[in-house]
């Protein structure tokens, strides 16, 4: 559920007034684009092996010497 939004200016005079519906449809196109899939966007999930070097766990430190 959306409430209406009233944008003000500094000084406390109304400049818009967004309405539910208004908020409400913005609201569902935005999460049906975000939910589209990107060709754009690399997937970085397995960054993690090319990289071992950086993300070295000192054992020692946590005191897991023994794992």
């Known amino acids: 559920m959306f409430y209406q939004v009233r944008i003000l200016n500094k000084k406390g005079k109304l400049i818009?007034?967004?309405s539910t519906e208004a908020l409400s449809k913005r609201h569902w196109s935005l999460f049906e684009e975000q939910l589209k899939p990107s060709p754009?966007?690399?997937n970085k999930f397995n960054d993690f092996k090319k990289d071992k070097?950086?993300?070295s766990?000192?054992?020692d430190y946590y005191g897991l010497e023994g794992y």
């Open 16 to 18: 818009n007034l967004l």
């Open 40 to 42: 754009k966007k690399k």
């Open 53 to 55: 070097k950086k993300f």
């Open 57 to 59: 766990i000192d054992l």
